[in-house]
């Protein structure tokens, strides 16, 4: 399903770049700007087998991205800046808005000094919990140890199942199968499946989070750049709206307190995990708006407008995706009407 899905926007990608469709509705749109959002920056090509190579991108492609958004006319902005000019009765340039989540360590290494060479701000949303070592990157465990392995064990509510994963199609199916078991069960029971998973098949999920994801110390030095805004992205990456109404409270609160201590200063914007419908709703949104943040975006698709005055803890954000890195679609990508219409 996934590969049809990727099929039919790689194809909407082609012909509103060839039809120059994708110009047109830049240059009529009333979009005030977009929010990119991106995950990490490796200059390797994925492996064959890579269900999250949606989640990465090339050094190259970053730094075209920024080249390009500029020269159609937009200006790179901070999220507080983003919110000024959403809020603002009249219309200014158009921005946009770099968003990175997770805190991967390759976005200290690749994604930084591209940054700093073209003086682009950015914000980077952390997730607690993951900076402490003590979290699951639980989306790339699961792919590393189905790549290891011919077939897996998977316990789900007593029951045991055993998943092929020899071929490459079967590694895939496998991995889609048991993602949208872990995407619709509740939290503590995915948190005990990859435990379980990670304990059959000798996976360290503490080490693969350290060598992932910054520590607090590359995080200090990351954070001290001055392009950076810190975002908050939860303690445990949880998909809140699976919570109950305290936890999910606690989660953000627990993580602005926790930054607030580390650097001296309360984030004002926050990233919701996952950040689907199924993962923040209107319970989310007005959390996030009680506890004093300026933002918080979603992973919904579309473009910013003047009406998101009225919704700044639900906002929309546009994926640079890993599969679509064609250059040519940079122009589709800086047209916020294209994904205004596909978020309807």
Not at 172 to 178: G, H, K, L, R, S
Not at 211 to 229: G, H, N, P, V, Y
Not at 297 to 304: A, I, N, R
Request: net charge neutral; with cysteine; aromatic share 10%.
């Amino acid at each position: 399903m996934a590969g049809l899905r990727y099929a039919a926007i790689r194809g909407m990608f082609e012909l509103l770049w060839a039809t120059r469709l994708s110009a047109l509705l830049r240059a009529t749109s009333r979009a005030r700007g977009i929010i990119f959002t991106l995950h990490r920056v490796l200059p390797d090509d994925p492996d064959d087998f890579s269900p999250n190579a949606i989640l990465q991108v090339k050094p190259d492609f970053l730094d075209f991205v920024i080249r390009r958004i500029r020269e159609l006319g937009f200006e790179i902005v901070d999220m507080g800046e983003a919110v000024r000019r959403i809020e603002s009765d009249f219309p200014e340039k158009r921005f946009v808005v770099l968003t990175f989540d997770d805190a991967y360590r390759d976005n200290f290494k690749y994604a930084l000094p591209i940054l700093r060479r073209h003086q682009a701000p950015f914000t980077l949303y952390v997730p607690t919990a993951l900076v402490d070592g003590v979290g699951e990157v639980w989306w790339q465990a699961l792919e590393d140890i189905i790549a290891r392995q011919d077939a897996l064990a998977v316990e789900i509510d007593g029951e045991t199942t055993i998943v092929p994963s020899a071929t490459l199609a079967e590694k895939q199916t496998a991995y889609d199968e048991i993602y949208h078991q872990m995407r619709i069960m509740p939290e503590p029971a995915r948190v005990a499946l990859i435990r379980d998973l990670a304990t059959k098949y000798g996976y360290d999920l503490e080490a693969q989070c350290r060598s992932l994801i910054m520590d607090w110390s590359a995080l200090k030095t990351f954070a001290r750049e001055q392009l950076c805004t810190l975002g908050a992205h939860t303690v445990h990456h949880y998909e809140l709206a699976k919570l109950p109404a305290e936890q999910a409270h606690a989660e953000i609160e627990q993580s602005l307190k926790v930054l607030e201590a580390q650097f001296g200063k309360r984030p004002l914007h926050l990233s919701y995990p996952i950040g689907g419908t199924a993962s923040a709703g209107p319970r989310e949104y007005a959390m996030a708006k009680d506890l004093g943040l300026l933002s918080a975006v979603t992973t919904l698709p579309g473009g910013l407008h003047r009406h998101h005055r009225n919704a700044l803890t639900a906002l929309p954000r546009v994926s640079l995706n890993g599969n679509f890195q064609a250059r040519r679609y940079v122009d589709v990508y800086g047209s916020p009407a294209v994904f205004t219409l596909l978020g309807r």
